[in-house]
């Protein structure tokens, strides 16, 4: 009995197949590697490259692998992308699930543990954000998200496809041997770019604003270890796979880090000045954006290694000395 990840090449995707295979799951994975690497997966894990839209390409997967349940990463995720091209999102992420969930149902398989994000919920009303908190997205990847899990909603109760939805807040950090890591092109999110300064593959960071509502004028956001966030993936597949009913879980650490204290932070672990301009508001950032996180510790057991900043950032750090040009170093 294989667990088949889609995405499994990506950045969260690949550290979730590495901790699956270390516990001892066998594991299939999915990938186009339209943004993801193939020298990221485990090798103990098989691979199957194409696209998951593709329904003859994922019947031939299920076909020759014995899949007990899926966990799917496999989407675009970059917002100011989703504003410029829309449709690019609902195709790839939201027709993607529609494609997925028809196979599924095909060969009978019950357990989807899927991405979702802090951007389903929008601007919050308060903080920090609970689950049954109002989802109202402000950009297409928000709302290609939440109706990826509308459609899990009713594909359950249609076909009994039990889902678990783990809405992330912001992912950082990497392995700690360094072995693999956050490669994205372009990349977009802050601590990478911080990073890339600190390692002179950059000049320097803009920092999107500095007159929000908040201690110091710039956006707060929640950061969770992407091994911890690959644990709570692996609670969820086991929620499932013993017998409970489809969820949604916050996953963050309910601790806010302004963008400047990031920033801070990575002067500390890098040792590197990190030089910085102010620049305009990003469209669509949320001031602040905080997960109530309990619900997740409560019921899936989840209990989150990474607490201290500066040590998440050593990891991460870890990775950009080891591999300067990303995978390519490979
Ligand atoms: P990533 O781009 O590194 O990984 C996505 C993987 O999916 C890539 O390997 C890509 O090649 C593959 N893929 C995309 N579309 C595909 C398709 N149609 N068929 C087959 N493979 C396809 O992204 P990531 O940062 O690892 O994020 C993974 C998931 O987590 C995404 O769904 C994203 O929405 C969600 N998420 C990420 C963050 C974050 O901070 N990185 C926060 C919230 C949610
Ligand atoms: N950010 C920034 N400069 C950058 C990239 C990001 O100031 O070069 C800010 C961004 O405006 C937000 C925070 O860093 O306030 C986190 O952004 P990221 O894209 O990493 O994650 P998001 O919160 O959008 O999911």
């Known amino acids: 009995m294989s667990i088949l990840v889609l995405g499994g090449a990506g950045y969260i995707g690949s550290h979730t197949v590495d901790q699956l295979i270390q516990r001892g799951y066998d594991v299939a994975v999915v990938d186009s590697l ?3 690497h193939q020298g990221a997966i485990n090798q103990k894990a098989r691979f199957y490259q194409g696209d998951i839209r593709d329904k003859d390409f994922m019947r031939t997967v299920f076909q020759q692998e014995d899949v007990t349940g899926v966990i799917h990463f ?3 995720s970059i917002v100011p992308e989703s504003m410029q091209a829309p449709l690019k999102y609902f195709d790839n992420n939201t027709y993607g699930m529609t494609a997925l969930l028809e196979v599924m149902n095909e060969f009978d398989v019950k357990r989807i543990v899927f991405s979702s994000t802090a951007a389903t919920y929008g601007e919050p009303k308060s903080i920090p954000i609970k689950e049954s908190d109002p989802q109202l997205p402000t950009n297409p990847y928000g709302e290609s998200k939440l109706m990826m899990e509308t459609m899990m909603k009713w594909a359950d109760k249609a076909y009994g496809i039990k889902f678990v939805a783990l809405r992330y807040f912001n992912v950082v950090g990497a392995k700690p041997d360094g072995s ?7 990349e977009t999110h802050l601590l990478p770019i911080v990073l890339q300064v600190a390692a002179g593959k950059r000049d320097q960071l803009s920092i ?4 929000y509502d908040t201690p110091d004028g710039t956006n707060v956001r929640d950061y969770v270890h992407v091994l911890d966030l690959a644990d709570a ?5 086991e929620y499932l796979a013993d017998g409970h009913d489809s969820n949604a879980f916050n996953l963050g650490s309910s601790t806010g880090f302004s963008n400047m204290e990031i920033v801070e932070a990575a002067r500390k ?3 590197k000045a990190i030089p910085l301009e102010m620049a305009p508001r ?18 899936l057991g989840w209990a989150p290694k990474y607490d201290n900043m500066e040590a998440i950032i050593e990891t991460a750090w870890n990775w950009h000395l080891n591999h300067p040009n990303g995978y390519a170093d490979r």
């Open 34 to 36: 339209v943004t993801g």
């Open 74 to 76: 496999a989407a675009f």
């Open 180 to 186: 693999i890591g956050e490669d994205h092109h372009p």
């Open 208 to 211: 999107f604003g500095d007159d």
């Open 233 to 237: 993936h692996i609670l969820a597949f």
């Open 269 to 271: 672990v890098t040792g």
């Open 282 to 299: 990003r469209a669509g950032d949320p001031s602040t954006l905080i997960a109530a996180s309990d619900k997740a510790r409560e019921t």
